[in-house]
């Protein structure tokens, strides 16, 4: 199975699109036309999410949020007619993990999906990193400071892993943007500090083992 894919999305001509593309991807299309809907539980949990921001019922941030919470190991890609970069800001910080504004090229889309999806699927040649007092077991996707096992977004899973994986070297941000986000990806590096700076949050003191180089990427001290 490619993949478990949530449509949140009220407009029909979109959606009928967007099941039958999904469709012949070989993914499982399931959708809601309200954010009452999207956030009714689904027996098996989304792989991803693709959400409307503007939604007729509940504000679309305030969706990603309960999402966020619902489907804790889901990637969520914000949709939003809005080209206001405010609310791009927001819905990362709500939980979003990606978004792209509409109107967008189907092909796009379908990239993206790919190339999240593809990050999710596990790898057997993954394993434990250790540096200091946190680890990683990759291919469980756990991460644990001081064994207290810490709840990620996919998205900062993978920043971390990248990061631990060259520990005590830097990593452009070029790299980071191919390897955790898309390997073609022409929009703004906002996602990437946000996710830094929400990354900085969950980890605690460990957090602030994560050097910014200003313009040049990041580094993972070793303590
Ligand atoms: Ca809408």
Known sequence: MAGRILVVEDDTTIWRGLHQALG?????????????????????????VLLDLGLPDIDGVE??????????????????ARSDEIDVVIGLDAGADDYLVKPFRLAELL???RAHLRRRSPDADLETVSVGALSMDVGAHRVFVDEEELELRPKEFDLLALLLSEAGRVVTR???MHEVWDEHWFGS???????ISSLRKRLGPTGDLITTLRGIGYRFEKP
Not at 25 to 43: F, I, K, M, N
Not at 63 to 80: D, E, F, H, K, S
Not at 189 to 195: E, F, Q, S
Request: one cysteine or more; a positive charge.
């Open 111 to 113: 990239a993206r999906i």
């Open 24 to 48: 012949a991807q070989g993914y499982e299309p399931d959708w809601a036309d309200t954010g009452a809907g999207a956030l009714v539980p689904r027996s098996i949990p989304p792989d991803l």
């Open 189 to 195: 590096t906002k996602t990437l500090d946000m996710h």
């Open 63 to 80: 969706v990603c949020r309960r999402l966020r919470a619902l489907y804790p190991q889901a990637t969520i890609v914000i949709l939003t």
């Open 174 to 176: 070029e790299r980071i």
